[in-house]
């Protein structure tokens, strides 16, 4: 169940957070202060954010999921512009859009024409959106909260809150007493640590520390390298073939995250002969 895979695995993100709290390996401190600062950051990530994704990705096909999650360096630019006044020069502006195509091209093979249904479409914007004022408003909490505490504070917050709808909806269907069965089976359990500790804990931490240091708008487009990472994963661990076209469209992506890092347009030297 969704909720139940979301709430066991910010459970162990949580709990190994609160470990290492306890052994004093970081410092947490939270205050009223930076609870206002954090609301905003853990209402679009992860509550809001998960569901969107989740329930879009299963209505939809990989290719398409993936065309529209590249979408967020768009939104994050939009919105970085809106609220926190970040200028952007047309060769990043033209660098987020290559990183797109990208993506695009690297989901080509895998395009499945018409099999994505509004809802799913509908869902996964709302992810889009999500993930975008994630980013935007973590950056607004790093001034006033370290992001080792926004990270604990996103962590806790997703496993009081999918738990919470997951044992309610546990308990109305009668499975209230299965609810941790997945924790009974190691390979699950080995998927659900993943999750928790590196996905989760270690990668939100990454990008948290990241927007607390760069713009939005820079951060933003390398998640646009996750399909690259995820083409090259399915070769070496899966067996999967490589087209042209993907390699050609991971060239583009990297191109495109050097651009927006460069911040305007390349100049080069000499001339042609």
Do not use: H
């Amino acid at each position: 169940d969704m909720f139940q895979l979301l709430g066991s695995r910010f459970l162990v993100a949580a709990v190994f957070m609160l470990i290492l709290r306890v052994t004093k390996v970081i410092r947490v401190e939270i205050t009223p202060t930076k609870i206002r600062d954090l609301v905003l950051v853990v209402l679009y990530q992860p509550i809001l954010y998960f569901p969107f994704e989740t329930i879009g990705v299963d209505l939809t096909s990989a290719s398409e999921s993936g065309m529209l999650i590249a979408l967020i360096p768009v939104a994050v630019a939009v919105f970085a512009r809106l609220i926190l006044k970040e200028r952007l020069s047309p060769w990043q502006w033209l660098s987020i859009w290559a990183s797109v195509a990208g993506v695009g091209l690297i989901s080509l093979p895998r395009f499945q024409e018409g099999s994505g249904q509004l809802s799913g479409i509908l869902a996964l914007l709302g992810a889009v959106l999500a993930g975008a004022l994630y980013q935007i408003f973590s950056k607004k909490a790093s001034s006033t909260s370290s992001p080792v505490e926004v990270t604990y504070m996103m962590m806790w917050v997703g496993a009081l809150f999918f738990n919470t709808l997951g044992v309610l909806k546990a308990a109305l269907t009668s499975e209230l007493s299965t609810y941790f069965a997945a924790f009974m089976r190691l390979d699950t359990l080995f998927a659900i640590f993943y999750l928790g500790v590196l996905s989760s804990v270690a990668a939100f931490f990454c990008m948290n520390y990241a927007l607390s240091r760069l713009t939005p708008s820079k951060v933003a487009v390398f998640i646009n390298l996750t399909p690259v990472i995820s083409v090259l994963a399915g070769v070496v661990f899966r067996g999967e073939s490589f087209a042209t076209v993907q390699l050609l469209g991971a060239a583009v992506v990297l191109l495109a995250v050097w651009g927006v890092g460069r911040g305007r347009y390349p100049r080069f030297r000499g001339r042609l002969s």
